[in-house]
């Protein structure tokens, strides 16, 4: 191996070489830092994607839980439909369970009116289980489902249980009345309490006889059609009527109520 010589370099050599080794730092320093921009977009592609898989994630769960919420909505909707559509209010029955009074004749009359207003000439059935009340407001009741009948309903009148006193003389109100079979009707004097001088108790008590055979007119009257009719064996009369209620409680059977027109069918 041959050794050749040391010689100094000249300054324009070192210059180059100086030159040389700045332009390798240059491209050495351009080099590193593509990479790390290269490793930066990698980096950031990769969290978008990352991103974008946890947001799409979300968007997936929230739209199976507004799916899940739709269909809960509709299985309501539909279960409330049902209960709607088996309810008595959309049949138009009406159940008449407490005393007759100025509060129970205005529920009924309100709940009448409605169905007039939202359906004109609906069939309605008032199905009574009461053992009666006051005598006044019972006949604005039965003046009102009269009312009804002459805008076009045809109003059904059910006894179920007990019709007894103003409910059994409300049951007469009906087109067509119509009583259970285990059910009962009580018929009785009206019944009611007067006070002030003499004169004031005959008053009265002379209104109330006037009340007393108006009531029985209703069932004569009605009796008298059934009998007509065809579906009653015996038509009552007011001799009738006043001879069994007198001082006491006609109790009257399903089959006695229709045998007697006080009703024409019987459940």
Request: glycine content about 6%; charged content about 25%.
């Amino acid at each position: 191996m041959m050794n050749y010589p040391e010689r100094e370099l000249s300054p324009q050599e070192i210059e180059k070489i100086v030159a040389e080794t700045a332009q390798i730092r240059i491209e050495t320093s351009l080099a590193v830092r593509k990479v790390e921009a290269e490793i930066a977009l990698l980096t950031a592609q990769k969290l978008s994607e990352e991103t974008s898989a946890a947001k799409t994630a979300i968007d997936v769960r929230y739209g199976i839980a507004v799916a899940e919420t739709q269909e809960q909505n509709v299985r309501m909707g539909r279960k409330q439909e049902q209960e709607i559509d088996a309810s008595d209010r959309y049949h138009h029955i009406y159940r008449f369970t407490e005393e007759i009074s100025p509060q129970s004749t205005r529920l009924c009359m309100e709940r009448l009116a409605y169905w007039d207003r939202t359906y004109p000439g609906c069939d309605i059935e008032i199905s009574f289980s009461s053992s009666g009340g006051g005598v006044i407001e019972g006949l604005a009741l039965f003046d009102y489902i009269l009312y009804i009948r002459s805008l076009g309903h045809r109003v059904t009148t059910s006894a179920l249980g007990v019709a007894a006193s103003m409910a059994g003389i409300l049951l007469q109100a009906g087109d067509v009345r119509v009583m259970h079979k285990e059910a009962w009707v009580a018929i009785h004097e009206i019944s009611f309490g007067a006070t002030g001088t003499p004169g004031q108790v005959e008053d009265t008590t002379e209104w109330i006889k006037k009340i007393q055979n108006r009531t029985v007119k209703i069932f004569v009257d009605r009796s008298v059609g059934a009998k007509e009719a065809g579906t009653a064996k015996t038509a009552l009369t007011a001799a009738y009527v006043k001879s069994h209620w007198s001082r006491k409680d006609w109790w009257l059977s399903s089959d006695e109520c229709l045998s007697l027109g006080i009703v024409d069918i019987v459940r």
